[in-house]
């Protein structure tokens, strides 16, 4: 996650600096940030509330924290296609949004104040068929357990012919998503 944006910073000279850390016990003094952006994160997090009173520390007086989540009415055809396939092959994936979304992240934050939510539908209309199952497989280092090449070479051909059905059909191959940002201040 850190190899990507340091080249980025050292090819534009951009002046960055990256630290790893744990959410749970952030390396920061007090009141030090401005904003705290969490981006598709907290579903991962053992200890949510840890770490949210760990951004609460790390917050400046009325800094910003903004959470990026997977909104509860978000159901992809990603989703349907993991259970599809997963049945099939003998696999799970987890994306967290049954864990913690945008609507489940408020309770949460009642150490915050002018918490504000808002979602944001999203759609995307694809008219190739391997776009959509590149992007697909990009979700298969998920698979509990993990697959093989052979099954996943199997994944993508059968999809590419599910989605180009879906093409022929309606002209184009339509997939929906519902993200939720939070935006509160300490």
């Known amino acids: 996650m850190l190899e990507q944006p340091r080249k980025i910073n050292h090819e534009r000279k951009l002046n960055i600096e990256f630290k790893k850390a744990d959410v749970e016990n952030l390396p920061f003094p007090d009141n030090y940030f401005d904003v705290i952006i969490s981006k598709h994160v907290l579903h991962h997090i053992p200890n949510l509330d840890k770490t949210l009173n760990e951004a609460h520390r790390c917050l400046k007086k009325d800094g910003v924290l903004i959470i990026a989540l997977n909104s509860d ?11 599809y396939f997963g049945k099939k092959y003998g696999f799970n994936t987890f994306h967290g949004q049954e864990v913690m ?14 918490v504000k939510m808002n979602l944001f539908e999203s759609k995307v209309e694809i008219t190739k068929p391997e776009l959509y199952s ?12 993990e697959q093989t090449e052979e099954v996943c070479n199997k994944i993508e051909t059968e999809l590419n012919e599910l989605v180009e059905r879906e093409i022929k059909q309606n002209g184009k191959f339509t997939e ?4 939720g940002i939070a935006s509160c201040r300490k």
């Open 134 to 145: 590149k992007y697909f497989m990009t979700f298969s280092e998920l698979y509990e357990p």
């Open 101 to 114: 979304s945008i609507e489940k992240i408020q309770k949460h934050l009642k150490k915050f104040k002018d």
């Open 73 to 83: 009415k978000n159901k992809p055809n990603v989703f349907k296609f993991e259970k």
């Open 176 to 179: 929906k998503l519902v993200i």
